[in-house]
RNA sequence: GCGGGCGUGGCGAAACCUGGUCAGACGCGCCGGUCUCAAAAACCGGUGUCCUAACGGACAUGUGGGUUCAAAUCCCACCGCCCGCACCA
């Protein structure tokens, strides 16, 4: 019989989704749970139109792999899958194409889960949910409103993108060189309110990490967090314009250098700016306030202006003058900053631009001077004196600032989970209340922006009573960043159809954190960080046990084409299609994760898919061939048998402690090259059954195909194979015997000998003689059933 | 500038975690063979570099140094490449 990949890798999903094989039931409670569980994890997709890519294909099989084998090592293993399902490019597909996001989304999921399910991946179905459908998102906005009663979520005014073209807000995603992707105009900055999450109050506790047991982050991941939330130390000090009887405070981690500071800066979103500045510097400060961080950084000489006023150095007295520039970030520390242009590069810049005097206050050795009674001090003491001083007269304390800011996550899109939150002329922000969720987005015809919101202009839905005074009040026209939606979906996953809560503190308990997430990098600053804090946040408030979601982590590498990772508008993305259609899912499973470490980037190429069909066919031919030449069953010794066991040792270990899945491939290559040597020998149909069922995991169907043949059958619940270490034990050894380190004889003598007669067989080799010149060996080195290094 | 990572054949890579078996498993590609009228497929064999007719030998894991009886593996420095953040006071 040929191997036919279509037929059987439908003969066999059916199988499965008849046994319901991979779906798990919740625990009830009261009732003894099986101890050892695992909550199998990958990032959840977005339906992009274009179906799977093969960084997908990669990330589920990797997980899949890990699934199988978890399962039948006795694990009880949950592994579901839902859909990122709000977003902008259904919606502009819409506006582009016609139709409605819904609809789009829709059939982009209905592709997406019939290649996953062609790709066979063990996913319990029965737990799919969509962030996109109410069941969902009526949960999303209950959260919300409990950050909003705790005061985690609030409102203020900021800064959004905008097109004066276009009239409306653009995500930082569609900026290119600063102009709106689509009309060219330069992009500006326009104050409105928005939403916000207070992920700074966590600020100190996402620095943490503190794990889950078993629980492991890569280095690099950690070290992009700490970085994004940027920490530093330093102290606050009090400046002093006489003029207008005003403290203007600033953070400085420098606070050794302040007998340094020569100027004061200010940003130009600064209050004290529109206050008190001179018109010249009112002006710049509008025009630069309007122009992005990143346009202004882009810059590299500096400008500003002065503003007419004069800030006391609290420490000698000194009036330094007060200059707006934005190089100064509002939104860093105080927004204002003592200028040391001895001491900073930038403030050294901008003092040699505008001839603002420079004072060296740190010489050569590091040593404070001209700093008055601190001269001779090194930084580090400089700094604690000086503080500890103008703590004394109120001037100054020791502080920490932060490079984290707030989430901002209000959006001014339709697709996407309303905010139920509605505004009262007399009760103001008034939330809606729980039992009228969810808001339900509502059916609207034209989504393009114009000015404001789609859903601004849906007055049907905007009006509605105020829930406190049934008052005449509006609803928040704006709806939430995905990145809400995507930051408890894995919390959802374990109890998706719970319809009196988001989900049931007994099942979390049981099922959380999850055990092994597996995702893109890309994340890190993004979701991995924003689901840590709702995870904080809702254990704060007593619905969760733990306070880390994610034990494990694993990052896929990219799959690249062309050396650069696959994307739409670069035209380089491949799919699985045509490998499934050609080859099948089995080889196509198989080939993704034999392509390189599956952490590591890699490039797209077919070119090797030939040597995967080419093993799964000799599976196939060798398999039928030992069933027909190989005595009976129950031999589990002998050559092939060895082989077998080192080889179920080797793949164990490889996916379950060091999570490599492409050497796994090659151990089996490797029995198999010894099997088909050899299909009549007494043990080659153990053999053969090892190696159907060690592959099992990364091809499923032939395998089951396979056990079939050898006579056996639901190999997806068969016991994982342990090594028989009484067979992984050796008669004999190959003895290296090395002269100088260097290798000069090997020979095979019996295993477990004493040192010396290991000794006594080196010396005896003619080889080793010959090296060794006559003369007496300085020393000798043994390392037991290994080898022997002669010193000469 | 700050932070993280990676350098091994023509190519993807293995061995690095846990120092020890002439480093290069497994696979691609390439070369040769079997089969065939021929080709493809399939199967078998070869394939680091250099010297040699051969036997055999020398060299070889980015560079330099260190630790060790022994280093691709551990440590340090440098070079090159990649990634993240960045006028963050």
């Known amino acids: ?29 009261g009732e003894p749970a099986p101890e050892r569980h695992w909550y199998q994890l990958e990032m959840l997709p977005y339906p992009s139109a274009n179906g799977m890519h093969m960084g997908h294909v990669l990330n589920y099989t990797m997980g899949d792999v890990v699934t199988h084998v978890r399962r039948r090592s006795g694990w009880t293993v949950v592994r579901p899958m839902g859909w990122d399902a709000f977003g902008l490019p259904a919606e502009n597909a819409a506006i582009r194409e016609g139709g409605h996001p819904r609809e789009i989304t829709e059939r982009n999921i209905k592709t997406i889960r019939e290649q996953m399910k062609r790709l066979g991946w063990a996913i319990d179905w029965d737990r799919e949910v969509s962030s996109h459908t109410p069941d969902y998102y009526r949960w999303t906005q209950w959260l919300f409103l409990k950050f909003f009663e705790h005061e985690l979520a609030y409102r203020k005014e900021a800064p959004v993108n905008w097109c004066p073209n276009d009239q409306t807000v653009i995500a930082n995603e569609y900026i290119v060189d600063g102009h709106c992707e689509r009309c060219g105009a330069l992009v500006e900055l326009r104050n409105m309110t928005q939403w916000f999450f207070k992920t700074t109050a966590y600020a100190d506790e996402l620095l943490e990490f503190e794990l889950p047991e078993g629980g492991e982050w890569p280095e690099r991941t950690k070290a992009i967090q700490r970085n994004w939330i940027g920490r530093s130390e330093g102290a606050e000090i009090l400046f002093r314009v006489d003029e207008l009887d005003l403290d203007v405070p600033v953070f400085t981690t420098r606070a050794d250098t302040l007998f340094g500071a020569t100027f004061f800066v200010v940003a130009p979103e600064h209050p004290f700016v529109e206050a008190h500045a001179n018109e010249e510097a009112k002006s710049y400060a509008r025009l630069a306030g309007a122009r992005r961080a990143e346009d202004r950084a882009a810059e590299t000489a500096k400008t500003g202006v002065f503003t007419g006023q004069y800030a006391t150095n609290p420490v000698n007295g000194e009036k330094l003058p007060v200059w ?26 901008f003092a040699e631009a505008f001839s603002l005097p420079i004072v060296d206050v740190i010489d050569d050795d590091g040593k404070l001077v001209n700093s008055n009674g601190f001269d001779g001090l090194t930084a580090m003491d400089g700094a604690r004196g000086i503080v500890s001083m103008l703590e004394e007269k109120g001037r100054g304390k020791l502080t920490v600032s932060y490079r984290l800011r707030d989430w901002s996550f209000s959006r001014q899109r339709y697709w996407g989970c309303p905010i139920p939150i509605v505004y009262c002329d007399k009760c ?39 829930p406190k005074c049934g008052g005449e009040a509006r609803r928040d026209p704006d709806t939430m960043d995905t990145f809400v939606d995507s930051s408890w979906y894995f919390i959802r996953y374990v109890d998706p159809h719970n319809d009196h809560a988001p989900f049931d503190r007994f099942v979390t308990d049981y099922w959380l954190p999850v055990n092994q997430y597996i995702g893109g990098i890309d994340h890190t600053t993004g979701h991995l960080l924003y689901s840590r804090f709702f995870v904080k946040a809702l254990n704060d408030f007593g619905m969760l046990g733990f306070r880390e979601p994610f034990a494990r982590l694993f990052h896929q590498g990219w799959v690249q084409m062309g050396g650069t990772k696959m994307s739409k508008t670069k035209g380089n993305v491949a799919g699985p299609d045509d490998i499934l259609g050609e080859y099948g899912a089995d080889a196509m499973r198989l080939y993704i994760l034999f392509m390189g470490p599956a952490g590591e980037d890699m490039e797209w190429t077919e070119s090797g898919i030939d040597g995967i069909v080419r093993f799964v066919r000799r599976l196939w031919r060798t398999v039928h061939e030992v069933v027909e030449r190989a005595p009976a069953p129950g031999v589990r010794e002998g050559t092939l048998a060895r082989k077998a066991n ?21 151990a089996v290559m490797e029995l198999l090259k010894e099997l088909s040597a050899a299909p009549d020998a007494p043990d080659a149909r153990f053999a053969a059954e090892t190696a159907v069922s060690l592959i099992q995991p990364y091809a499923p169907h032939v395998a089951e195909e396979l056990w079939g043949v050898l006579g056996h059958e639901r190999l997806w619940e068969e016991p994982w194979p342990v090594a028989d270490e009484s067979q992984l034990r050796r008669d004999t050894i190959e003895l290296v015997v090395q002269v100088n380190g260097k290798v000069r004889d090997r020979m095979t003598v019996a295993a477990g000998l004493p040192e010396d007669e290991l000794i006594a067989f080196a010396r005896a080799s003619e080889r080793v003689a010959a090296y060794l010149n006559g003369g007496e060996p300085r020393n000798v080195i043994v390392v037991p059933d290994k080898l022997v290094n002669i010193v000469v």
């Open 646 to 666: 080192e080889t179920i040792a080797k793949v164990t270990d490889d996916v379950v402690r060091r999570f490599r899945f492409h050497t796994p491939i090659s």
């Open 324 to 349: 707006v520039a934005d190089y100064v970030l509002m939104d860093y520390g105080t927004g204002a900053i003592m200028a040391v242009p001895a001491h900073d590069e930038r403030d050294r810049e």
């Open 1 to 29: 019989m040929d191997y036919e990949p279509h037929a059987i890798e439908r003969k066999w999903q059916q199988v499965w989704a008849d046994a319901d094989a991979f779906h798990v039931p919740n625990p009830v409670s």
């Open 428 to 466: 103001g922000v008034v939330p809606v209340p729980e039992d009228q969720l969810p808001v339900l987005l509502p059916e609207i015809e034209d989504y393009a922006p114009k000015g404001k919101p789609p859903l601004a202009s849906n007055e049907a839905w905007m009006r509605v009573p105020c």
